[in-house]
């Protein structure tokens, strides 16, 4: 069973996947999507310095790929998004979506439930 949600301009990304998660009523579900944010903060891994760091986007942002999992934790919904952004220079980079303030201008989200 799955469910396709188009997400209100304005709307943070991290809080639509949890309420679409949430009225599935299942506890794993595969994530995907397509569309554009207004900025973006992405959780980054350097591998030759074998660090992590934030890297912030400022929009709009393109979603060129966007794959991930919502898991129910106890009363809490765990996101792991996988995500790769391209900006209105070209600049692209990929990393673990930061969620909390990331406002999407256009965007549709597809959970399947595992």
């Not at 934790?73 to 792991?80: E, F, I, P, Q, T």
């Amino acid at each position: 069973m799955g469910l396709t949600i188009d997400v209100p301009e304005g709307t943070d990304l991290g809080s639509a996947i949890r309420r679409a998660f949430l009225s599935l009523g299942c506890v794993r579900a595969r994530v995907g999507g397509e569309g554009t944010l207004s900025s973006a903060r992405l959780l980054c891994h350097d591998q030759r310095r074998m660090t992590s760091y934030e890297e912030d986007f400022n929009g709009p942002v393109e979603i060129l790929s966007l794959d991930g999992e919502a898991t129910l934790r106890g009363s809490a919904v765990d996101l792991r998004i996988h995500i790769v952004l391209t900006g209105p220079d070209g600049r692209g980079a990929g990393g673990l979506l930061v969620t909390g303030g990331v406002p999407v201008c256009n965007a549709r989200i597809t959970l399947d439930q595992d």
